[in-house]
């Protein structure tokens, strides 16, 4: 005897409850160079790094850290060829040399650790930031401020959070063209969650 499928009042059929966003994409989604969005060699590069961490304050070591960003000359369109195939082979080779995609997507190591080499975004003081992780049943939208980007004193995101709040948004300085950007995605205790947007 089959089970009864749900209904609505109205008889119509019921969506599939979500799953949880992983870890299962971690087989397919990470490709070669996936945190290297500047192309190797640009000058002016800054790099982005951290730590996905849990509600116990614990490493992610699972998570998907998608990186979309404009083009230093505000540009947001991107250029083709981030998810490049061999035509030989079929094996993706990711981007060349030249062009700069505006994408990036890395997986955290065992620490729970990512990288991402980019250039300076232009006409936003923001990389937006997308995260996968287990036990989510959506993805999470951030931001990450560049900490002595032009224009954080005109963001009406920013102006509209507490001060506490904001600090999740703001990007930690560790050296010339380092930023330290650790995604917390609860609230441990001491430091608080990081702020994610809502574009539903």
């Known amino acids: ?4 499928i749900p209904a609505s009042a109205a008889g119509e059929l019921l969506p599939t409850p979500s799953q949880t966003v992983g870890p299962f994409y971690g087989y397919a989604l990470p490709f070669p160079g996936g945190g290297d969005i500047a192309p190797p060699g640009r000058p002016g590069t800054v790099v982005l790094h951290g730590h996905v961490l849990d509600g116990a304050g614990e490493p992610v070591p699972d998570a998907l850290v998608e990186v979309w960003q404009p083009a230093p000359d505000g540009s947001r369109h991107g250029a083709p060829g ?7 082979t079929g094996a993706v080779i990711g981007r060349h040399a030249v062009a700069f ?4 997507r890395v997986a955290t190591d065992a620490d729970g650790h990512y990288t991402v080499t980019t250039l ?3 006409g936003a003081p923001y990389l937006a930031i997308v995260v996968f992780a287990r ?11 560049l900490h002595d980007a032009a224009g954080l004193d005109r963001d009406g995101l920013l102006a509209a959070l507490p001060e506490e709040r904001r600090a999740t948004l703001l990007t930690t300085p560790e050296g010339t063209g380092v930023h330290r950007f650790d ?3 609860q609230y441990d205790g001491v430091h608080e ?4 947007l809502d574009f539903g």
Not at 101 to 104: A, N
Not at 135 to 145: D, E, F, I, P, Q
Request: proline share 8%.
């Open 82 to 88: 981030t998810l490049r195939r061999d035509p030989v």
């Open 120 to 122: 300076p975004p232009g």
């Open 1 to 4: 005897m089959s089970a009864a």
């Open 193 to 196: 969650e990081t702020v994610f």
């Open 183 to 185: 995604i917390r995605l």
């Open 101 to 104: 995609t505006g994408f990036g």
């Open 135 to 145: 036990g989510l049943t959506h993805h999470l939208h951030t931001r990450a401020y």
